[in-house]
Structure formats: C-alpha cells, structure tokens
C-alpha cells in the first residue's frame, strides 16, 4: 500500500522556520517528481514547490521562493520543505505528493497538481504575526 506521511508542521511566529518532512512507502520513488502543496481555509490548493528525480530540477512558486528549500533524499524515499523567514500568509495546510515519471518524461510543468496520483493526508502549519 502506497503512503506519504508528511510531519515537522505546527505553531511558530512570523520570521520563524519549520522543516516538513514526507516519508513515502509502499513502491520506490525515485523516478517521481516529488512536490509541495499548501491549502489555506477557504481558498483553493496551491502549488508550493517540487523536485523532480534527475537531475534533482527544483521548482518554487513565486511567493515562497528565496524563503522555502525543496530537497529530497531517495535513498529513504523521503523529500522535504525548508520553511524559513514564515509569513501568516504561508499559514495552511501543507501536502506532499508524489507526480509519475510519465509526465517529466512529456515535459509538463510539475505545478499542475492533476499530475499527482500519490498524496498525503497533510500537515498543519499556523505562522502567527
């Protein structure tokens, strides 16, 4: 049975910094893209960032990037999400998720989140000002 397990979200002031983690199990999944989405209440889930398997390619949206870290280590099938310099803004639900290497092999944008076939059940992460 496929699972990713996201952890390391909670409670921290603005400026501060949170690592996400994303165990995944069940198949290897080296060859996926692996990403990042966020999903604030009562808005729609958003692209945060993703890598993809080679050559490790990083991608971030535009509101995280110089402030968030994607990186992955394959060999534990586990990727994570370097949270610096938090903003209540960045306040959501954050979800790991796993694209197949069809899609980098059809050379699709991996911020398009109908490519994910494989998500986690998400980790909270609350920024307070």
């Known amino acids: 049975q496929v699972q990713l397990v996201e952890s390391g979200g909670g409670l921290v002031q603005a400026g501060g910094s949170l690592r996400l983690s994303c165990s995944a199990s069940?198949?290897?999944?080296?060859?996926?893209?692996m990403g990042w989405f966020r999903q604030a209440p009562g808005k729609d889930r958003e692209f945060v960032a993703a890598?993809?398997?080679?050559?490790?390619?990083?991608y971030y949206a535009d509101s995280v990037k110089g402030r968030f870290t994607i990186s992955r280590d394959s060999a534990n099938n586990t990727v994570y999400l370097q949270m610096n310099s938090l903003k209540p803004e960045d306040t959501a639900v954050y979800y790991c998720?796993?694209?197949?290497?069809?899609?980098?092999?059809?050379?699709?944008?991996?911020?398009?989140?109908?490519?994910?076939?494989?998500w986690g059940q998400g980790t909270q992460v609350t920024v307070s000002s």
């Open positions: 890598i993809d398997w080679n050559p490790s390619s990083t």
């Open positions: 069940g198949r290897t999944f080296s060859r996926y893209t």
């Open positions: 998720a796993a694209r197949p290497p069809k899609y980098y092999s059809g050379g699709l944008s991996p911020r398009l989140s109908w490519q994910y076939n494989y």
